[in-house]
Each structure stands twice: as C-alpha cells, then as structure tokens.
C-alpha cells in the first residue's frame, strides 16, 4: 500500500471505505439502483444529520478519554428552551420581532446546553468524578428537569425559518446535512489544527502528561463538556425541526448507538486517537444499511442488529489480524531483505 | 481520575447508610405508614428486578468491566420462556431452566467476546445489546405476551398470613428473589476463591494474569454469572408485570448501573461490595417510594434521582480527595 495514501486517509479510513465498497458490492444486486437512486439519497440526506451530529458530540468526550451519556437530554433540553421561547412569542409577530425571538431561542437553547456542560466539566474537570458517573447522573437530572418542567409533554408547532433547520435545502443540500457537515467540518479543524485541540486530544493519551507541561487540565475539561453540550444542542434543534415538535425523550435510543458509531469510525474508547473523517465514514456505513434494510423490507430493529454485528466483526477481523501478526513475522523472518534506500 | 471513585470500603458504606437512614427517619415522621410493612414489602417488589441485576452486574463491577447487555439478555430469556410453557404447558422448573440457559449462554457469549476481542467491555456489550435486541424485536415484532398461564400469575408466595384487617402478607416471589441475589453475590464474592480472583483480576487485570489466573476463564465466569441472573431475573420481572414485553426492558441499563456505583463499586475495578450495592439500591428506591409518599408529582421523580446522584457521585469525590491530600507520599 502507497505510504502517502496510508498517511493521508489513515488506516481506518482505508479500512471503512474497503467496507463501504463491500457493503455496496453485497447490497447491490438486492436492491438493484434503488439505493443510489436520487429518493434514497435524499432520504439518507435527512436522516444521517440526527444521528451524525450526536456523535460528533460523543466524540469530542470520547477523543479527551471520557464519555458523555447526557448528550441526548442535553440535546432535548435544547430543543425545549429553544421551544418555550418560541411560545412566548407574542400571537401574530411577523418581521424583524419574530427573527429576534428564533435567534433568542436559538441561543436559549445553547445556554441551556452550555450550563448543562459547565455542570458535567465541573464535576469531572475540578471534582475528579470519573466521566461515566458524572454524566450518568447528570443524564437523570437533565432528563428530569425537563419531564418536570413540560410534565411529560410534546411542544409543537414553530415557525418556518425553525422548521427549514430540519426540512429545508440550500442550493438542492439538505439543510441538516449542510449542518453536520459544517459542525465537522468545524470540529475536525479545532481538532486538528488550533491548540485546544491538540490538548484535547493529549488528554485523551495522558492526562498526567498534560498536567505536568503545564496546562490546567480542569479548565480544559470544563471547555471540553460544554464543546460536546454545544453540539448536542445543534443536533437537538435538528430533531426539533425535522418532527416540529420537542419533547423530553426524543432519540433516546440514539445514545448507545453514538458510541458504537464512533467506535466502528476508529474513534479510540479510551481516548486519544480517531478522526472525524472516519467517524464520517461509519455514519455513512450505517446509514446505508439502515436505509438497505428498509428498501429490502426488513424490519428496522434488524438494522441495529446488522450495526451491532458489524461493529463485532470489525473487532473480531482486527483481533484476529493482532493474534496472527507474530505468526506472520515468524514466517517471514527468515526471507533476506534487500536494504532498499528510502526516498 | 483514577482516584476519584476509589473510596475505601467501609467509609462509603457508612456515609451511605447514614444518608438511608436520614431519608428513613424524616419519611417516617412526615408519613408514619412508610415503615408499614404493606409498604416496605410493595417497595422491594417494586425493585426485585433491578436489585437482582444489581447484584450481578456487582460482580462484573469489580472485575474492572461493565455489561450494558443485560436487559436484553433478560427480555430474550423472558421471551422464550413464556412462549415455551404457553405452548407446551411447561412449569415452573422448565421456565427457570430456560430462562437461566439462554441467559447463562448469552453471558458466556459476552465473556468470549470481552476476552477475544481486546477492546472495552463497554463496547462490547453495548453491540451485543443492540444485536440481541434487534433480533428479539425482529423475531417477536415487538408483540407483548398478556395471556401467561394462572400458576405464573400466582407466584411462588411463602409463609401467607393474613392479618386482623384482612390484608393478605407473604414473601413473595420478588422479595425472596431479591434477598437470594444479594446472598448468593456475597458467597460468591467473599467466600469463594473465585471472588478473591475477581476482586484480584479487577483490581490488577496485568497483576492477576502473571500471577497465573486465567483471565479467560475468570472472564467467562463474571459474565456468564451476569447472564443467569439477568435469566432469573427476567421471570421474576414478568411475575410482578403478570405481562412480557420485548421493549420495557431494555433502555433501563442505565438505572441499574447507577444504582451499583452509588453504592461504591469503583468502576475501575477491584472495589464494591454488596452492602454498599444494597444501600446504593436502596437510596434510590427509598426515595422515589418517598416522593410519592409526599404526594410530589411523578414527573419530577427523574429529576430528584438525578439530584441524588449527582450529590453522591461528587460527595464521593470530595471524600476520596481529601484522603488523597491527608495520606502522606502520595500527592
């Protein structure tokens, strides 16, 4: 394999697009063009976002060696703060007092978000509650607060311009695909290419390391929550539009699939090491299934199954590659290598 | 990190039993029948399956990994084991049989797949659940099963006593459940050599393997137990619902995770007991019972849960910060 391919894309990505090219070698002759066909790209368009931007929440904790299991009650209080500013909107505003009430709820949404994020990074950052915990609890809280306050119920109708976030296209791209994309986009060169990434994503190696050189590890988790509660916020605006509703428990199901979504896109569980590009990728793996099972008339709970099998086989192929590994080394031990001159 | 959630023992279990018994105390002088027995009785059969799981998941807590797997496990073994003695006529010896196998077996699946595989139990277990469960949904089309057979419905009730007012006492099916689960994770753990290698493999996994503990076999241990219970589980479940259903279950993982943290199991490993996982459960039980008690409104028992744990998972860090700074060589 070419060395500026394997540093370029990665070995993981290689990896899932080898998948993805099987995948749609398999599904191909079931499904005939169907799959490809402007409708079903359409529809994958739609539905990828809600369950992408989700994950790139989860990734952002997983990269720094947490976790967050409050993404999705982040993701619904959002969506309720945002709604209930909505509903204070007077009867009839149109024009310039409506656009301050959407950009008002827009931004309760995210201050309900980040205050939910400078909860959980202040518990694990300066309280050292192991993330799991803290976000377990916090996850109950959120939850709480927001079944209490609504008392269980779903808050509907918005406005247009609220709608378009879930409904909408710019130039023929879906608005909550443009979305997705322009949060990874984002998030793949904070990640990369500014400090706080870097950081981050040290964290995610050493912890200890990053204490001793001297950077305040607590204000850097505290940064870290919010980041992840931000986003959670944008995909719980998107839910919100694309059902016109908001409610407490919505995508619930959701959060263990986050987790399996960014682990199948290389994202390392125990933190330091994966790309958003990759985890990209794994949206696309699943999506297309998902979307294959439903043109092949298979039932939807089949399509978690198939992830869940993916996810362990992918596992599995790896686990078996490392175990053989030294039998190969052995075998190949004994052949003479010409020393060739690198370039 | 690391030290965040390793109390010592004992103290955790202290702190924990001081705040059980305030909440006691004060629901007792606001609400004196929160101590009948009606009560206490309608409040461990409300929390059998979850403390049951507890008990299990205790044992996979302290091993150093973690089962997110386990309500599926328990909604495939409920499943199959009403459908089985609906259709053939099977008791109570078939039905525990079942439920136990396919609960046993997909444990010792998860076991295989933890020790193989080389990445997090987390994981592991969490695409397991989304396969068991996808298939169970698939295979059962989400049908809830209402017509289970009458000796089902009456449980297996001991010592029935009726009372001067006519109120019917026994130990039900759910409280005698409970109170085995809860002894039998305690033999295991504090009486069996077994035990010492789970607290050993939890507390060390490197350490217990060059010792010469078979990881592997340890590993098929853990979670094979945590399948049978979650098997045993699942009927008990079903007994007090008198119903099975493919979706309840699952989705309250979570809960019971919580429940075993409260009450101290480090989820590094190596730490946990089952005095603590009852009184973690209990908490969390006392209180709902509590609220409703009080006549606080259902919709804000999330919440106040939520509060509790958040309270407890960082008192519980302020206390192992403390001893962090007072314990001299090591800060």
Redesign the interface.
């Known amino acids: 394999m070419p060395d500026i391919l394997l540093r370029t894309v990665g070995r993981t990505n290689l990896r899932l697009l080898a998948l993805l090219a099987v995948l749609c070698l398999a599904v191909a002759p079931l499904v005939g063009d169907r799959l490809f066909a402007p409708a079903g790209l359409r529809s994958m368009a739609y539905q990828l976002p809600e369950l992408g931007l989700l994950s790139l929440a989860m990734m952002v904790t997983l990269l720094s060696?947490g976790l967050d299991?409050s993404i999705i009650a982040t993701a619904n209080l959002a969506a309720l703060a945002a709604a209930a500013v909505l509903k204070a909107a007077p009867e009839g505003a149109g024009g310039a007092l409506l656009v301050a009430y959407e950009a008002g709820a827009l931004l309760a949404g995210l201050g309900a978000a980040a205050l939910v994020g400078l909860?959980n990074g202040t518990?694990i950052g300066y309280?050292?509650?192991?993330?799991?915990?803290?976000t377990?609890?916090?996850?109950?809280?959120?939850?709480?607060?927001a079944?209490?306050l609504t008392?269980?119920s779903v808050v509907s109708d918005f406005p247009p311009a609220i709608l378009f976030l879930g409904s909408g296209s710019v130039f023929g791209v879906p608005t909550p695909l443009l979305l997705f994309g322009l949060v990874a986009l984002a998030l793949g060169i904070l990640l990369t290419r500014t400090p706080f990434g870097v950081v981050l994503t040290l964290m995610g190696s050493n912890?200890q390391a990053v204490r001793f050189s001297g950077i305040d590890t607590r204000a850097a988790l505290l940064r870290i929550y919010v980041l992840t509660s931000l986003v959670a916020a944008i995909a719980g605006f998107v839910m919100m539009a694309r059902f016109n509703s908001a409610n407490a428990a919505y995508g619930?199901?959701y959060l263990?699939?986050t987790?399996?979504a960014c682990?199948l896109g290389g994202i390392s569980?125990?933190g330091g090491f994966g790309r958003v590009g990759g985890l990209v990728l794994a949206l696309i793996v699943l999506q297309l299934i998902s979307t294959a099972c439903v043109l092949l008339d298979?039932?939807q709970?089949?399509?978690?199954?198939?992830?869940?099998?993916i996810?362990?086989s992918v596992?599995?192929i790896?686990?078996v590659r490392?175990q053989l590994r030294p039998l190969l080394a052995g075998l190949r031990a004994p052949v003479p290598r010409p020393a060739a001159p690198r370039a | 990190?690391r030290?965040?959630?390793r109390g010592g023992r004992a103290p955790q279990e202290l702190w924990l039993g001081l705040v059980v018994l305030g909440m006691v105390v004060v629901l007792t002088a606001l609400r004196p029948n929160f101590l009948s027995v009606q009560n206490v009785m309608e409040m461990m059969n409300a929390t059998a399956f979850n403390g049951i799981l507890v008990s299990g998941l205790l044992v996979v807590l302290i091993a150093g990994g973690i089962d997110?797997s386990f309500a599926a496990v328990a909604s495939v073994a409920q499943y199959a084991a009403l459908t089985v003695a609906n259709a053939t006529g099977a008791g109570w010896g078939e039905i525990v049989a079942i439920a136990g196998a396919i609960g046993l077996g997909l444990g010792l699946l998860n076991g295989i797949?933890v020790s193989?595989?080389?990445?997090?139990s987390?994981?592991?277990t969490?695409?397991?659940?989304?396969?068991?469960?996808?298939?169970?949904?698939?295979v059962t089309?989400?049908q809830d099963i209402f017509t289970l057979p009458a000796w089902f419905g009456d449980g297996v009730d001991l010592f029935v006593t009726t009372d001067a007012k006519g109120n019917v006492y026994a130990i039900s099916l759910q409280i005698w459940g409970l109170v085995l689960a809860f002894a039998s994770a305690w033999f295991l753990l504090n009486r069996t050599r077994f035990g010492r290698q789970v607290f050993a493999l939890g507390g060390n996994p490197e350490a217990a393997r060059r010792v010469g503990f078979g990881t592997t076999r340890l590993n098929l241990l853990v979670y094979g137990y945590m399948g049978l219970v979650a098997g045993l589980a699942s009927l008990v479940q079903a007994q007090y619902t008198q119903s099975v259903s493919p979706t309840a279950l699952v989705?309250r993982e979570?809960e019971v995770?919580?429940a075993a943290?409260l009450g101290g199991a480090s989820?590094?490993g190596g730490h946990g007991s089952v005095l603590g996982a009852i009184l973690g459960l209990a908490l969390v039980v006392i209180m709902k019972n509590g609220l409703a008690l009080l006549g606080v409104?259902s919709?804000?028992?999330?919440?106040?849960?939520?509060?509790v744990?958040?309270a407890?998972?960082?008192g519980?860090?302020?206390r192992?910060?403390r001893r962090w700074h007072d314990s001299p060589g090591l800060a």
């Open positions: 060696g299991l909860l518990l309280l050292r509650v192991s993330p799991i915990l803290a377990l609890g916090t996850m109950t809280l959120v939850k709480g607060l079944i209490g008392r269980g912890q619930e199901s263990l699939v987790i399996l682990v569980p125990t298979l039932s709970f089949l399509t978690l199954a198939v992830w869940g099998g996810l362990l596992s599995l790896a686990a490392d | 990190m030290n965040a959630s997110i797949l193989t595989l080389g990445i997090a987390i994981i592991v969490i695409a397991t659940q989304s396969v068991i469960y996808g298939i169970l949904l698939t089309r989400g989705g979570l995770v919580a943290v989820l590094d409104s919709y804000w028992t999330d919440f106040f849960t939520g509060l744990i958040v407890a998972v960082a519980m860090a302020a192992a910060r």
